[in-house]
């Protein structure tokens, strides 16, 4: 597996659902940017559960830094921060190891690591490990401070008002998916390093690491085919690089405008429903049915908006200090 990303500032992720604990070490962040414990509550409990909708496991999600931070302050080496995983029902995963659930990685993760993968709470693949990247991003936002990321939830089942929607859905025993819409403010211009380091390289490959993301989109994203260029074209209006409209999402030829970052995440249902379905037997080969038993989200595009906040700061991080070393900014 490969588990770290990032050319200078360098993020690595460990640890499985229910093992031990989830661990993320954040490597090549400058010395002296402040950072205190309590910098992470707001954005450790928006990734918690607790929402009607979510996941009754709850975990205390308490960061344990280990090191990379002495007095309040980024030392520049290595930052290892350390979340325990406490609430764990792993009995519930005995009954279905053989039977891989639809559209989870079992059935993968079984065929590549040979049998040898954590298939409790879904492993390394499970959702639970996206509470080390929430951290990450908690520092990396520090970093590129004034720039500004907030996601959203724009829309559950296509509906803006979903509150219902879901619970009628939790109540069918079913998921169901979403949209998030995430939006970068304060952004300076020339961000990005083409062309296979372009912006929405980098952020599209954060995003889509994210368990459960399907697509994205930037600025006028897939109505742009529908659209003729003198619809399409942002209009310049200042010699800062503002523009008119927005439909390309705030990046031209892989680099920041100026403008807004812009851009859209489809979340899928969750995989895991509370009904029979089909599979096979992994030891047989035969078809068997398998009801999963556990505690999921029936709606993880809500818990999703702050790693999508996380991943886009961690690559803006990235992309700031490339350009830092180029003497750019």
Same mark, same amino acid.
């Given at each position: 597996?490969?588990?770290?990303?990032?050319?200078?500032?360098?993020?690595? #992720?460990?640890?499985?659902? *229910?093992?031990?604990?989830?661990?993320?070490? #954040?490597?090549?962040?400058?010395?002296?940017?402040?950072?205190?414990?309590?910098?992470?509550?707001?954005?450790?409990?928006?990734?918690? !559960?607790?929402?009607?909708?979510?996941?009754?496991?709850?975990?205390?999600?308490? !960061?344990? #830094?280990?090191?990379?931070?002495?007095?309040?302050?980024?030392?520049?080496?290595?930052?290892?921060?350390?979340?325990? =995983?406490?609430? $764990?029902?792993?009995? *519930?995963?005995?009954?279905?190891?053989?039977?891989?659930? !639809?559209?989870?990685?079992?059935?993968?993760?079984?065929?590549?690591?040979?049998?040898?993968?954590?298939?409790? +709470? %879904?492993?390394?693949?499970?959702?639970?490990?996206?509470?080390?990247?929430?951290? /990450? %991003?908690?520092?990396?936002?520090?970093?590129?401070?004034?720039?500004?990321?907030? /996601?959203?939830?724009?829309?559950?089942?296509?509906?803006?008002?979903?509150?219902?929607?879901?619970?009628?859905?939790?109540?069918?025993?079913?998921? #169901?998916?979403?949209?998030?819409?995430?939006?970068?403010?304060?952004?300076?211009?020339?961000?990005?390093?083409?062309?296979?380091?372009?912006?929405?390289? $980098?952020?599209?490959?954060?995003?889509?690491?994210? !368990?459960?993301?399907?697509?994205?989109?930037?600025?006028? +994203?897939?109505?742009?085919?529908?659209?003729?260029?003198?619809?399409?074209?942002?209009?310049?209006?200042?010699?800062? +690089?503002?523009?008119?409209?927005?439909?390309?999402?705030?990046?031209?030829?892989?680099?920041? =405008?100026?403008?807004?970052?812009?851009?859209?995440?489809?979340?899928?249902?969750?995989?895991?429903?509370?009904?029979?379905?089909?599979?096979?037997?992994? @030891?047989?080969?035969? @078809?068997?049915?398998?009801?999963?038993?556990?505690? *999921?989200?029936?709606?993880?595009?809500?818990?999703?908006?702050?790693?999508?906040?996380?991943?886009?700061?961690?690559?803006?991080?990235?992309?700031?200090?490339?350009?830092?070393?180029?003497?750019?900014?």
């Amino acid at each position: 597996m490969t588990n770290t990303f990032g050319s200078i500032f360098r993020v690595t #992720i460990t640890g499985e659902s *229910h093992g031990k604990s989830i661990a993320v070490v #954040i490597d090549g962040c400058p010395a002296g940017i402040p950072v205190d414990k309590e910098d992470f509550v707001n954005d450790l409990n928006r990734r918690k !559960p607790g929402k009607a909708g979510t996941t009754k496991r709850v975990e205390d999600d308490y !960061p344990f #830094i280990e090191s990379g931070i002495f007095n309040g302050y980024t030392t520049g080496a290595p930052i290892l921060i350390r979340f325990e =995983n406490r609430d $764990v029902k792993s009995k *519930h995963y005995d009954d279905i190891k053989d039977y891989p659930r !639809p559209s989870h990685a079992d059935f993968v993760a079984y065929r590549k690591y040979k049998g040898f993968n954590d298939y409790r +709470g %879904g492993g390394h693949f499970s959702g639970r490990v996206t509470v080390g990247i929430v951290a /990450a %991003g908690v520092i990396a936002k520090k970093l590129i401070n004034p720039i500004k990321v907030e /996601a959203k939830v724009k829309s559950i089942g296509g509906k803006k008002d979903y509150a219902d929607l879901i619970a009628e859905v939790a109540k069918e025993g079913d998921s #169901i998916g979403g949209i998030v819409e995430c939006i970068c403010s304060n952004v300076p211009v020339g961000l990005g390093e083409p062309f296979f380091y372009s912006v929405e390289s $980098v952020i599209s490959h954060l995003v889509f690491s994210i !368990p459960g993301v399907k697509g994205i989109e930037f600025g006028a +994203g897939f109505r742009c085919a529908e659209m003729k260029g003198s619809e399409f074209n942002d209009i310049l209006i200042d010699s800062e +690089g503002k523009t008119l409209t927005n439909n390309a999402g705030g990046i031209n030829g892989g680099i920041t =405008n100026g403008n807004d970052i812009v851009f859209r995440v489809a979340v899928r249902p969750t995989a895991t429903i509370f009904k029979p379905q089909e599979t096979i037997d992994l @030891k047989t080969g035969e @078809k068997a049915t398998v009801f999963p038993k556990g505690r *999921h989200d029936t709606c993880i595009a809500l818990r999703v908006p702050v790693i999508v906040e996380a991943m886009t700061a961690i690559a803006l991080a990235d992309l700031k200090l490339l350009s830092l070393k180029d003497n750019l900014f």
